[in-house]
């Protein structure tokens, strides 16, 4: 099996037992695709092997902005698992890119930590780097993102799409573990969407597509062109609830 080396923040970084942490935080609602609505918390990891220029979580990458030792300082695992309440039920991992994480024991333990405690465990990914699978046991659900023109064109299209990978999910989908989530400004992006689920062969029960948006206005002059244009193509919509509720 190939491994995927695993970045550094800094020199002499223990992986058996920290990753870098943007944030923790909990009592939110899961605000997009098929869980929305959902009461749970958010694990905010550090790095990113995509650098889109939209990105709204730029702390976690982009180095000639942020001194990312201080915005994703190296964590204990045990330390950010345990920040949250007990009355978590679901958990997010996102980041950043969490699947470069993933070969790390560190990764593994946090996951472990969460499923001992009973808590349901979903993971954001942009679809770059398949899961490995000794995560089958800890992860329930994965919402992939692949960066298409409007959020990826900052990054070659052979680096943010990667078909193999693509199928990986579609595994994942067909069993009902994975959807495939895109963030849309106008009917043109949502053609782009539907070329791209012709090109990779996914259905369109796997698919979600929700307006781009960082604001209430915005997105619910959005909400009804996309929910338009996705319906003619058979494809979920979803709103971005924690907008609207004014939640992180």
Not at 181 to 195: L, N, S, T
Request: glycine share 6%; proline share 7%.
């Amino acid at each position: 099996m190939t491994r995927r080396a695993l970045p550094l923040l800094a020199a002499d970084r223990n992986r058996d037992t920290h990753l870098p942490v943007n944030e923790v935080f909990w009592d939110v609602i899961q605000g997009e695709g098929p869980y929305m609505g959902r009461s749970c918390g958010f694990i905010r990891l550090g790095l990113c092997n995509l650098h889109c220029p939209p990105c709204d979580t730029a702390q976690t990458w982009d180095r000639s902005r942020y001194d990312l030792a201080a915005t994703c300082p190296d964590t204990a695992v045990e330390v950010a698992v345990n920040q949250l309440p007990r009355r978590v039920r679901m958990v997010v991992i996102s980041g950043g890119e969490p699947l470069l994480w993933q070969s790390a024991p560190a990764f593994i333990t946090m996951l472990d930590l969460l499923g001992r405690r009973g808590i349901e465990v979903h993971v954001e990914t942009n679809g770059t780097i398949a899961p490995l699978p000794s995560l089958n046991p800890f992860v329930g659900h994965y919402s992939v993102s692949p960066k298409l023109t409007v959020m990826g064109g900052g990054d070659p299209l052979k680096r943010r799409i990667q078909p193999d990978t693509i199928a990986a999910f579609a595994q994942l989908a067909a069993a009902e573990r994975a959807v495939f989530k895109f963030v849309v400004a106008d009917q043109v992006q949502i053609g782009e969407v539907a070329d791209f689920v012709a090109e990779h062969a996914l259905e369109p029960s796997w698919v979600w597509v929700m307006p781009e948006a960082s604001d209430a206005a915005t997105l619910l002059e959005r909400q009804p062109v996309i929910t338009a244009g996705a319906a003619e193509y058979g494809y979920n919509v979803s709103t971005r609830l924690h907008l609207i509720a004014r939640c992180r």
